[in-house]
C-alpha cells in the first residue's frame, strides 16, 4: 500500500503563503492521482485540489482557485500545494490522498472513496 506523508504545515498570518508537500513511499508513484483535503474543526474533511498521475490534469475547489496551485514531481514522489493569500477559514488538518482511479484525470476528485491511501495529515493554521 502506498504510504504518504505530508510536511510544511504551520502558523501563518492572513495573507501569507505555505507550501505542503506530499511524500510517497511507491516508487510506481506516477500510478496514481495525487489529491488535497482539508478538515477544520467541526468540519467535514473536503476536497482542495487533485493533480493526475502525469500531472496533465488538475482541478481544484473553487474556494481556492486563483490562490492554491497543485503541482508534482514523480522524479521525488512529490505533490505539492502551493498556498498563497492565505485566509484564517483556511485554517485545517491537510491531508493528501492517492487514488489509482484518477491517475488519468482528475474526475469528480472530491469524492473521498476513490482514493487508496491517506496520509496522517499537517495543521495549518493562519491567524495573526
Known amino acids: 500500500q502506498l504510504q504518504l506523508v505530508e510536511s510544511g504545515g504551520g502558523l501563518v498570518q492572513p495573507g501569507g503563503s505555505l507550501r505542503l508537500a506530499c511524500t510517497a513511499s511507491e516508487f510506481t508513484f506516477a500510478n496514481y492521482g495525487i489529491g488535497w483535503f482539508r478538515q477544520a474543526p467541526g468540519k467535514e474533511r473536503e476536497g482542495v485540489a487533485c493533480?493526475?498521475?502525469?500531472?496533465?490534469?488538475?482541478s481544484s475547489a473553487d474556494f481556492v482557485k486563483g490562490r492554491f496551485t497543485i503541482s508534482r514531481d514523480n522524479a521525488k514522489n512529490t505533490v505539492y500545494l502551493q498556498m498563497h493569500h492565505l485566509k484564517p477559514e483556511d485554517t485545517a488538518v491537510y491531508y493528501c490522498a492517492a487514488s489509482s482511479a484518477l491517475r488519468p484525470m482528475c474526475v469528480l476528485f472530491q469524492r473521498q472513496h476513490q482514493y487508496d491511501s491517506w496520509g496522517q495529515g499537517t495543521q495549518v493554521t493562519v491567524s495573526s
Open positions: 493533480i493526475s498521475g502525469a500531472g496533465d490534469s488538475v
